[in-house]
Structure formats: C-alpha cells, structure tokens
C-alpha cells in the first residue's frame, strides 16, 4: 500500500511536470485528487486495513495529497505567469511604427464655392432665405411676372408634377415666399437646387444650382444693386475685377441686366476660358418690377428693390477650369480629390 501511494505521488508529480497548461493541470487534478481519483480510491480502501496499519496509511494518504497538491499549485503559478507572458508579448505595441493615415474628407468644389460666396453676403449683412425644391408653379412663374405664353413655361423645359406644382426652374420663387413672409427692410440670399427638363451635356444638367439675392427697403436704387455686385464679384474672383452690366430682360426685373466680370484668368486680355472675349458672363439681376412687388402685398410708390440670380455650377466650372457639369454629380473620386 506504501509503495502503491509512492507510486502514485511520483506519476503524478512527473505528469505535472510534463503539462504544459492549466487544462491539463486540471484534468491531472481530477484524475489524482477528484471524487474519482486514485487518492479518494487509496482512501476508500483503508476499510479494509487493521486498526493498527490504518492511521499509518492515513497519514501517508494525506501527505501525498498535500505534496501533489503543492505540486498542482506551483505548476499553474508558473502556467499562469508563462500564459500571461505570451499574451504580453503578442499584445507588445511597436509605438515607433508610422500609425494608419487617416484619410479626412474636404468640402465638395460646389460646397466649397457657395460657403465663399454665402460669406461675402454675410459679411455684407445678408441673411440666408431658403425655399422649398417643389413649389408652385404660382410662386415659380406668375407672381413672378412670367406671362403665361412665356417659353420657359413650357412642358419641354419644366418638370411639372400636375398643373399646379412643379420643380422648381429657378430660386427666383424664395423672392416672393420672402417677401410674403417679411416686410422690408429684406436683405436676403438664397441658394439651393433648381430643376430643368435638359438633355445632360458639357454645359447642361437637369439638376443644377442657383443662388438668389434680393434687397427691399425704401430709396433702393441701380446704383445700390451695382455697388453690391462690384463689391462681390471683387471678392470672389479678386480686387482687380471689374464688372459690365448688359441691358438683358427678365420678367421680374425692370430694367434688368446681365452681369459680366473681367475673365480672371487672363485679366481682359482675351483667353480660352473668356472665349477670347476677355468678359464672363456670370449673373443676371435688375430692379424688383413693381408687379411682383404688388402681389406680394409691398407698395411699390414706397419700396423699391433689387434682385439677382446666379449659377452655382457654372462660377464653380469658371474658377477651377473644370469643362464638363456633369462631373460635378457623378462622385467619382478621382475627380473629387482634385480640389
Ligand atoms: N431666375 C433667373 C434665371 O434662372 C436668374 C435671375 C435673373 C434671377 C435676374 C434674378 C434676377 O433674381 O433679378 O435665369
């Protein structure tokens, strides 16, 4: 029985040896010491002893579990601490490495191009009106003073959505939604997305944008109008600008005007962005009709106003060079991250 014990403790002290996790520490745990193990066994078997050889025996039983389970306990510090090692060093940072560029995103060119153009009204203490995208063909055309004959009327150049709502062609309607809604004085831009029935080309999208300005106050002249445009259009393209109003027609506007700026590429001298010409046409703009005023409930003996109307897409095309609109919506990438 002694030599049995003896022999148990040394299999079981070489198989700790040999183990090389706390799983198979465990299962050595239960196979020695476990309610069915070789010791709880040894233990059993003491019935059958004499009174005389039993506490011997016991007391070898108990030394021998005490020594394997020394044993057990020193085995798992060191699994434990060489497990914990080997985390450590998986985990080990090299924090001389060059990390992961982050890539951080920048403003699309149009984007870009309005927030420059909305803080130069600003700074001239415009306010931002916004207008919805589906208007009224009322707001769009006839408190405009569009007469019903008039072309751009026309199911080939509008997205009519049945007779009374459309897309809006232009942000002209946030002029009378303003004027509606505030009495003068207003001074007011409103940029945002305008709808026509195009054929997508270079120079053509069926969406594309505008950004609308309009001035209500008493004794609002040409000369105001003039003092404002010179004003932007020397900020966003540069001191040196000069600008040239031709007589055009809107039906809002009485007289109204098309606004060209010296090309800013060449100077006036005459180049391929200018056409030769060394002018730009870039706005349209002229004095509030006093019909419009009318419907929207201002008397036109006591204010007077002026308007104007440019294209997002096509300043943005002009001042980057870029020859084709429709890159601007197709969020291709590569020509995203040229700006
Ligand atoms: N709405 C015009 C267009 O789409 C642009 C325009 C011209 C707006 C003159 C104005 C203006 O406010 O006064 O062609």
Partial sequence: MKEQLQQTQNQA????????SMQELQEIRVKYLGKKGELTAALRGMKDLSNEERPKIGKIVNEVRANIENALETAMTEVKQKEKNIRLSNETIDVTMPGKEVEIGHKHPLTGVLDEIKNIFIGMGFKIAEGPEVETVYNNFDALNAPKNHPARGMSDTFYINDEILLRTQTSPVQIRTMKKAKPPIKVISPGRCFRYDTPDATHSPMFHQIEGLVIDKNITMSDLKGTLNLFAKQLFGENTKTKFRPHHFPFTEPSAEIDVTCFKCQGEGCRVCKGSG?????GAGMVHPNVLRECGIDPEEYS????GMGLDRITMLKYGVEDIRLFFENDMRFIEQF
């Fill in 305 to 308: 106003g002026f308007a104007f």
């Fill in 279 to 283: 002018w730009i046409e870039i706005l």
């Fill in 13 to 20: 002290e070489s198989a700790i040896k040999d183990a090389h």
